[in-house]
């Protein structure tokens, strides 16, 4: 079975930096895409970014230039580098996997991690 485990979050100031780390276990063959969303209270889980395995890029319009993602395809993980962090990027962030084709069960499934708490200060 597959499992998604983030790691990262925390407290910072605003201006201040984190980053987050997810990697994806399980017997996996491939792994299509893979993201982070973030969910403020109240409202719906929104795409923060996203990367294929060809690492083409996606970022929200509101963490354009702080924001960057990264990810090893041979380790199934995936990085995103908060710069210049602002109160309103305080959220519970998830890590997503997309199209992950594993053999147990076998197929390609959407998977989630169990989220991060971001928070920033300011």
């Known amino acids: 079975q597959v499992q998604l485990v983030e790691s990262g979050g925390g407290l910072v100031q605003t201006g201040g930096s984190l980053r987050l780390s997810c990697a994806a276990s399980g017997r996996i063959f491939r792994v299509n895409a893979m993201g982070w969303y973030r969910q403020h209270p109240g409202k719906q889980r929104e795409l923060v970014a996203s990367?294929?395995?060809?690492?083409?890029?996606k970022y929200a319009d509101s963490v354009k230039g702080r924001f960057t993602i990264g990810r090893d395809n041979a380790k199934n993980s995936v990085y995103l580098q908060m710069n210049s962090l602002k109160p309103e990027d305080t959220a519970v962030y998830y890590c997503?996997?997309?199209?992950?084709?594993?053999?147990?069960?076998?197929?390609?499934?959407?998977?989630w991690g169990q989220g991060t708490q971001v928070t920033v200060s300011s």
């Open positions: 997503n996997a997309e199209r992950v084709l594993t053999s147990t069960p076998w197929g390609e499934y959407d998977y």
């Open positions: 990367i294929t395995s060809d690492d083409s890029t």
